[in-house]
Structures are given as structure tokens and as C-alpha cells.
């Protein structure tokens, strides 16, 4: 109880986003490289904890419904998908022979290497040219502009400094008029990446959804276990400035 206090007194905080926020970039200079920021954290985590996002889970079919009916729905003549920390790859399972191109990208080769698999494996989707690659959101150089923009459950692993980047890097690679969709567990960091995220960009719309594998209920509770969700569709403001024509230059 008291061991937590630190961190439920640092909860407290960020539920106030405009002390939050400067609090935890604080704490985060602080603290350094934390220790899930590297390859070898997520190539060990995706064969324990995390492996349920490499496939074949209801949780993670669930959210990339909702995800790509978003993208359909929002972006409905889009046809080229970046997803941006795909573990998997379990989002390109769900596309429809409307997308052309998928584009995969995670730290983790373990992640990639099971990406590759599960596509190979998946015979629907001849028609959709895949690209996987081992690689930083931080610093991924993708080679073309799309019209969806995927960061489902990856924000977190960032400091915020480093989510604000990242939006704003990515914004470059987004072709005129697309969607970028972001999907977060409801926690007090979530909300306050959820608050950094929308300085850059106009949120459009949300889906906020919580599975009850127990019992009924008809509102969301806090569960570590099955927390809720909001997958949020966001697009550049309107009147911001045009962006720099992004360089395609392949850093490898
Ligand atoms: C919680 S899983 C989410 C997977 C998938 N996006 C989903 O929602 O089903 C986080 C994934 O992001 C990857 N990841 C974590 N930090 C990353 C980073 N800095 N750059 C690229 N991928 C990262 C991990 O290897 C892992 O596959």
C-alpha cells in the first residue's frame, strides 16, 4: 500500500492535464530510457505477456473491427494503411480488398517475424501489397503518403515528448484529407497522451468500448484486466499549415 503511494499520489496529478502533463515530462527526464523502449524487452514480452497481440485473440479481433470500421467509414476512399507498432499484424487480416497497400512496422523482429507469417498464412488478401519492417516509430522513414494512419496501443511506450513527435512526424505521411486513428486503455497516462495528441490534431470521432467477460454492466469500470478503450479518429486541423513535403528517402 504505502510502496504505492508515489505512483497513486503521481495518478492524482495527472488527472489535471495542464499540471500533469508538465509533471510527467518532469518524471520522464527524470526516469531516462525506461526499460520497455527496447527491442529485446518486446522480443521477450511478445513470447510472455504480450503474445496474444501477435494473434488469434478476441480482444485484439475486437479492436481492429472497430479500427479498420472506422477507416471505412471516416476515410471511405482510402486504399493505403500504416500501422505504425503492429505486433502481428492482425489489423491487415481485417482490411478489405479496397486497401492496396499495408504497411507494417514494430521494434520487435519476433513481432515481424509472426507479421510475416500470419500473412503468408492468409489467403484472402493477394490483392493488398504488404511491406513489414523491423523499425522505431520514433523514427521509421516510410517510403510513401497514407490515408490511414494506425497507433493502436503503442502511444504508451513513449514519453510524451516523444508522442508529440511522433504525431507530428507522421502528420507529414498523411495524404490529404486522411485519418489518423489512435486507440488507448482508459488510464490517467492515457488521457494525458490523449490531451497531446489532440494539440495536433482535430479529433473527429471515438468508439469507447470495454469487454465484459464476467458479467454485464452498462457502464465502463476501472479493471486492469479489461480496461476500456477509446479508438479515436483524429485529422489534421483544417487551417493548418500546409506540411513540408515529407523526404522518401530510405534510411536502409
Ligand atoms: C501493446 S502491443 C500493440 C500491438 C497492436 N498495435 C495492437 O494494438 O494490437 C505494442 C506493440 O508495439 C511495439 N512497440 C513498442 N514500442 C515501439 C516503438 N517504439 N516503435 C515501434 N514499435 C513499438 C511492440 O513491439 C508491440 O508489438
Known amino acids: 500500500m504505502l510502496k504505492d503511494l508515489p505512483s497513486r499520489a503521481a495518478r492524482c496529478v495527472y488527472r489535471f492535464p495542464f499540471v500533469g502533463i508538465r509533471f510527467r515530462r518532469f518524471l520522464e527526464s527524470r526516469l531516462g530510457q525506461r526499460s520497455y523502449q527496447n527491442r529485446t524487452y518486446w522480443n521477450e514480452s511478445l513470447k510472455g505477456w504480450a503474445s496474444p497481440y501477435l494473434g488469434g485473440t478476441l480482444s485484439i479481433d475486437l479492436r481492429n473491427s472497430i479500427t479498420i470500421l472506422l477507416a471505412r467509414q471516416l476515410a471511405p476512399t482510402a486504399t493505403?494503411?500504416?500501422?505504425?507498432?503492429?505486433?502481428?499484424?492482425?489489423?491487415?487480416?481485417?482490411?478489405?480488398?479496397?486497401?492496396?497497400?499495408?504497411?507494417?512496422?514494430?521494434?520487435?523482429?519476433?513481432?515481424?517475424?509472426?507479421?510475416?507469417?500470419?500473412?503468408?498464412?492468409?489467403?484472402?488478401?493477394?490483392a493488398t501489397k504488404y511491406s513489414l519492417e523491423t523499425g522505431q516509430v520514433q523514427d521509421f522513414q516510410p517510403s510513401q503518403q497514407f490515408d490511414v494512419i494506425v497507433l493502436n496501443e503503442v502511444l504508451y511506450f513513449l514519453s510524451l515528448n516523444q508522442v508529440a513527435a511522433v504525431i507530428r512526424r507522421y502528420s507529414r505521411f498523411l495524404s490529404p484529407g486522411g485519418l489518423i486513428l489512435v486507440s488507448l486503455k482508459e488510464d490517467e497516462v492515457s488521457r494525458l497522451m490523449q490531451e497531446v495528441a489532440s494539440r495536433e490534431l482535430k479529433f473527429e470521432y471515438g468508439v469507447l468500448y470495454q469487454q465484459q467477460p464476467q458479467y454485464p454492466s452498462w457502464k465502463t469500470v476501472r479493471n486492469r484486466e479489461t480496461p476500456a478503450y477509446l479508438v479515436q479518429a483524429l485529422r489534421l486541423p483544417k487551417n493548418s499549415a500546409p506540411c513540408k513535403e515529407p523526404s522518401f528517402t530510405r534510411l536502409k
Open 80 to 126: 493505403s494503411l500504416l500501422d505504425l507498432g503492429c505486433a502481428g499484424a492482425t489489423l491487415a487480416l481485417c482490411l478489405g480488398p479496397e486497401f492496396k497497400t499495408y504497411s507494417g512496422v514494430d521494434i520487435s523482429d519476433v513481432a515481424i517475424s509472426k507479421a510475416r507469417e500470419n500473412l503468408a498464412a492468409d489467403k484472402r488478401h493477394l
